[in-house]
């Protein structure tokens, strides 16, 4: 109500100032429109809402202001308002600014009956309304987030009921989560109960401390890693399954495994680098290709094998940005020698410390080829440019419009008798269709032969390629083609299909033309006649190929081929099935008489020395003979059957022939079912070691000898065929690999067994073991042998390592490194059977060895010009020249043994000596010898 000042005319007129003040400063927008929607009046907020001046707005429409969309819904609130509803409170409208933008304002509207006017009062809600609808998208957002991450997720309140859980929670306990909602978490997943997870949840229930840990899901058998964080009424629970993870770890520890392992066999020099670019690790390839000993490796910096490579802060900037840097640069070995390589570099983290891997591929053979394919790519388009190819042009009807000098010199025809004739009067066969005959046929050919017709009427072969011009419409407008003369070319297929059935060395037949030619000696056998095929394998072609190289080695099969034409029949068949396998087919009237007569003389000319390399070299052959019809009735099977005999012939000895008979494929078969009995029989503890005594020659000593030590002999205890020779099984171990560990165990027993020996006779006794080349070959191996050693406590200087001359010529330049490696700990090397193979004593001077071991045929053997005594006597002092000692074996008579002794032979070992024994008889002979015997 108003005061007494107030009602008097100044204090109305005051009151009235007042109420227009409050109006023109009011935030909200105040407008008063007539009853058809004009604006009549509006407030100063105008300005400052809607941008317009005051009098911008007087006489405007609400519709000029409101978004056309809301005219309708503008236009029903008028009408509303004077018929019956005149008040409507909060109406969102959108309004347009004078910029054009619109903004949502909360409008409230009033009619005034005796006025007749409306009166609204508009506030801008637009960032109140963009708020509340960020804060549903938000809402949504993370309730989508929650059904949608990886993890199951649900949330407990402290009474530890459930308030909420995602779709993948649900289902990983077997719920419907709608229902689940408010019950105790225990109701709903009860196997928690008997988890070690409840006890977790607790932990952080009462801590109000996050936890992570994993844990084992007995009703599904999987794992979980499960995060447990706490809020203001309770926790919320995050797990996802990691069995998958696990797994892979578990296959990680594998795979870093093999990955040590393949790191030393790399065909690339291999680099580890830290941060500080100090090499910490180097494969072996690195060092045989720097020259470095890996000790010599260890802490030179990197850039040492650099040879002017400027750009060390760029590369390093970018490695440890994450990018891998491939390089073409040159690297300096130890002796200054500068190779070119493709250096790949990556970058990785190891328990936060900076490493860089760098793997260096040699290119000195890739730079080489690549010079030369510049060199001939650059002569190829000198050739192409000097060599042009023939050059037609013709029009629609086919007529020739422009041809070039090559075509008139390959069709014989001068330029303007060319251009008199049309297409079809120039080629015989022409591979694409008539120009006037639309799109049907090719638009274009590329490299199809056609023949052209010469001037002189001889067909002229050449290579094709045209293409035909079209107009918008897909009419042909001309031809264009070019053409080469393959006429040669053509005359060369017919060599190639030579080539395709001769072996191109040796230009023998080769497998397809072998089977042609066998099948139809078999059609053409005549009733009571045989045919004999004969694999032939030679006996040590391996060894000369890799004694004087693959060159040699080819010289080698050339003369074996020129032989064995020389000694067959024109009928019969010589074929090169690859490698140094041969196969002869021959008529054979008489049978196996017959076959064997032919075998003999191929043994005869193979067994004549081959001078390779200015060296005679005397290789030899295994045959192995199959009878048609009497072995074999299809061609198939006379391979087959051939090639078991051969095999036969081989593990016999060598250089002689065997054949076929029925009983070698049952014995293929008992060697395939011992192999399957092999591989388990070292886990059932199926072998034992039984040692055969050593003795020096020792004139001082009674009877002339001292123990020295034993040499340590397998024995494979089979279940069922009983005490297995080493020689039925060595071999099968050394094909599948299963040598490496047997060779192990073999190592590890006999070091322990005799340590044990040692202590208990209280002397010291060297032991022998035998070593195949598979273990030679692994990089491992001098650091398995030390283990073997430290783990024994066996003294280095106990264990001798017998090699045979096959292993140490495999891979000289490995096999030197190993034997270096092996000889730095302190053990002997001997060399086994020395006299079987290519027995010199030059090449053995590569290696660091302290002992030979003569073959007893080389002891034995007879010459009419030399005594053996004299012979092995020079051979003796040649060793002891060389700083090696002499052991014979196979020692049966006191004759043998008088005669090594005057020879000056250092020590022997055979059955006059004494047999191989168990380890108790062995203790109880080592325990009775006096210590003044000993080595």
């Not at 009011?26 to 907020?45: K, P, Q, S, T, Y």
């Not at 007995?218 to 009424?233: F, K």
Request: hydrophobic letters at 40%; glycine letters at 8%; a negative charge.
């Amino acid at each position: 109500m108003l005061d007494i000042p107030t009602a008097s005319p100044g204090g109305l007129a005051l009151l009235a100032e007042e109420n227009a003040a409050l109006i023109e400063n009011a935030l909200d927008l105040m407008v008063v429109l007539d009853a058809e929607g004009f604006i009549l009046r509006a407030n100063a907020a105008s300005r400052t809402l809607l941008g317009y001046q005051h009098d911008e707005l007087i006489g405007k429409h609400y519709n000029d202001v409101v978004h056309p969309e809301q005219h309708d819904e503008a236009s029903g609130i008028r009408d509303s308002l004077q018929n019956g509803h005149p008040q409507h409170p909060d109406i969102p409208i959108r309004v347009r600014r004078k910029d054009g933008q619109f903004i949502l304002m909360s409008v409230s509207a009033h009619w005034s009956g005796s006025h007749r006017r409306i009166f609204l009062t508009a506030r801008d809600v637009t960032a109140h309304h963009q708020a509340r609808e960020a804060l549903l998208r938000s809402e949504a957002a993370l309730n989508s987030m929650l059904d949608s991450i990886g993890d199951a997720f649900f949330a407990i309140d402290s009474g530890w009921r459930l308030t909420y859980a995602n779709q993948k929670a649900g289902d990983f306990v077997g719920v419907r989560v709608a229902d689940a909602i408010g019950h105790p978490l225990l109701d709903i997943a009860p196997d928690l109960q008997h988890s070690p997870s409840l006890q977790r949840y607790r932990n952080a229930m009462e801590t109000r401390q996050p936890a992570t840990f994993e844990t084992f899901w007995e009703p599904r058998q999987v794992w979980l890693e499960a995060r447990v964080y706490p809020h203001a009424d309770g926790i919320s629970v995050y797990f996802h399954e990691i069995t998958a993870r696990r797994e892979a770890e578990q296959a990680l520890r594998k795979s870093e495994k093999r990955f040590r392992k393949l790191f030393n066999q790399a065909g690339d020099s291999i680099m580890i680098v830290d941060g500080a670019l100090h090499i910490v690790a180097v494969n072996d390839q690195a060092c045989a290709r720097f020259g470095y000993s890996r000790e010599e490796f260890i802490g030179m910096v990197a850039t040492g094998v650099n040879n002017g490579f400027k750009e060390g802060p760029a590369l390093l900037e970018a490695l440890r940005a994450g990018h891998a840097q491939l390089l073409r640069t040159d690297k300096r070995c130890k002796d200054g020698t500068v190779f070119p390589a493709e250096v790949q570099i990556s970058r990785f983290d190891d328990e936060g410390e900076e490493f860089f891997l760098a793997v260096i591929r040699d290119l000195s053979d890739r730079a080489e080829a690549e010079r030369q394919l510049r060199e001939s790519e650059q002569r190829f388009r000198e050739v192409i440019e000097m060599t042009p190819a023939g050059y037609l042009l013709a029009g629609c009807d086919g007529a020739l419009l422009d041809v070039n000098p090559a075509l008139c010199t390959l069709s014989g025809y001068p330029r303007e008798m060319l251009l008199a004739l049309r297409l079809p009067e120039l080629f015989i066969c022409f591979p694409l269709a008539s120009l006037d005959t639309g799109e049907d046929g090719p638009a274009t050919v590329q490299g199809v032969e056609a023949v052209l017709r010469h001037r002189h009427g001889q067909p002229i072969h050449v290579l094709f390629n045209g293409s035909i011009k079209r107009d918008a419409a897909g009419r042909a407008i001309s031809l264009t083609g070019l053409m080469t003369d393959i006429t040669g070319r053509k005359a060369a297929e017919s060599r190639l299909q030579e080539l395709a059935t001769h072996d191109t060395l040796t230009g023998l037949p080769n497998r397809a033309l072998l089977g042609e030619r066998v099948q139809q000696m078999l059609d053409d056998c005549p009733y009571g006649s045989s045919v004999a095929v004969m694999f032939l394998d030679l006996d040590r072609f391996k060894e000369v190929n890799d004694s004087f190289g693959h060159e040699m080695g080819d010289v080698l099969l050339c003369e074996v081929a020129a032989r064995l034409r020389r000694v067959v029949r024109p009928t019969d068949i010589i074929a090169r099935l690859g490698g140094d396998e041969f196969v002869v087919a021959a008529h054979c009237a008489s049978g196996q008489p017959a076959a064997a007569v032919i075998a003999d003389k191929l043994l005869d000319v193979l067994t004549a020395p081959v001078k390779v390399g200015g060296i005679d070299v005397i290789v030899g052959a295994s045959i192995g003979i199959s009878m048609y019809p009497g072995d074999a009735q299809t061609r198939e099977a006379l391979f087959q059957t051939a090639d078991t005999a051969m095999y036969r012939a081989k593990n016999a000895g060598r250089n002689r022939y065997r054949l076929f008979e029925p009983e070698m494929t049952l014995a293929t078969q008992a060697r395939m079912a011992l192999e399957v009995s092999l591989r388990p029989a070292l886990a059932r503890e199926e072998f034992e070691l039984h040692y055969q005594p050593r003795y020096s020659l020792c004139p001082a000593a009674p009877g002339g000898t001292a123990l020295y030590g034993m040499e340590a002999l397998i024995r494979w205890n089979h279940p069922e065929r009983g005490q297995v020779p080493p020689q039925q099984f060595i071999g099968i171990a050394e094909e599948t690999g299963l040598i490496n560990a047997i060779g192990r165990w073999v190592m590890e027993e006999a070091c322990t067994r005799t340590r044990e020996l040692m202590d208990a006779c209280g002397r010291k006794v060297v032991v022998s073991v035998n070593v195949s080349a598979r273990q030679l070959a692994q990089a491992g191996f001098a650091a398995e042998v030390c283990a073997t050693l430290s783990r024994s406590g066996l003294p280095p200087d106990c264990l001798e390592l017998e090699l045979t001359e096959s292993a140490l010529i495999e891979d000289i330049d490995h096999t030197a490194t190993m034997l270096r490696e092996l000889k730095s700990l302190g053990i002997q090397v001997a060399v086994d059977d020395f006299g079987t193979g290519y027995s010199s004593l030059a090449y053995l001077r590569r290696f660091p060895i302290d002992v030979l071991k003569l073959d007893r045929s080389f002891v034995m053997q007879q010459d009419e010009n030399v005594t053996t005594v004299d012979f092995v006597k020079a051979f003796v002092d040649m060793a002891h020249a060389l700083g090696m000692a002499v052991v014979a074996e196979g020692v049966e008579t006191a004759e043998v043994l008088a005669f090594l002794r005057s020879a000056r032979c250092d020590q022997a070992q055979g059955y006059y000596l004494a047999r191989p024994m168990p380890l108790a008889r062995l203790r109880a002979l080592v325990c009775s010898t006096e210590d003044a015997a000993a080595p």
